[in-house]
């Protein structure tokens, strides 16, 4: 069974950078699509990224499109989410999360689709 650990959270400025990390242990993630996901206080899960089931192709909100990167590594066991000018708003607890095998495009969004949860890392952005 595949375990996720989330990490890389903190306190940033507004504009700077933070990368968070999605570690796997059990599996690798060749077999696995990879969703990050967030929560800010009092709000929704809401998705942020998605990589694809071969790790070639990623699709973001538009929230966060043109400043997040997300990426995994289908050989070894790590994903990851990289954050650029990030804005007060952008403050949640993330989530990596892992589906079985593809999501078929049209559910990307979907936080059911994804089976296997990290515990999540705090993102604080300040003004």
């Known amino acids: 069974q595949l375990q996720l650990v989330n990490s890389g959270g903190g306190l940033v400025e507004a504009g700077g950078s933070l990368r968070l990390s999605c570690a796997a242990s059990?599996?690798?993630?060749?077999?696995?699509?990879v969703g990050w996901f967030r929560q800010g206080s009092g709000k929704d899960l809401e998705f942020v990224a998605h990589?694809?089931?071969?790790?070639?192709?990623?699709y973001y909100s538009d929230s966060v499109k043109g400043r997040f990167i997300a990426s995994k590594n289908n050989a070894g066991s790590a994903a990851y989410l990289q954050m650029s000018s990030l804005k007060e708003e952008d403050t949640a607890v993330y989530y990596c999360?892992?589906?079985?095998?593809?999501?078929?495009?049209?559910?990307?969004?979907?936080?059911?689709?994804?089976?296997?949860w990290g515990q999540g890392t705090q993102v604080t952005v300040s003004s």
């Open positions: 999360a892992a589906a079985d095998g593809r999501i078929r495009s049209g559910d990307y969004e979907s936080s059911q689709k994804y089976i296997y």
């Open positions: 059990g599996r690798t993630f060749s077999r696995h699509a």
């Open positions: 990589i694809s089931f071969g790790g070639r192709h990623a």
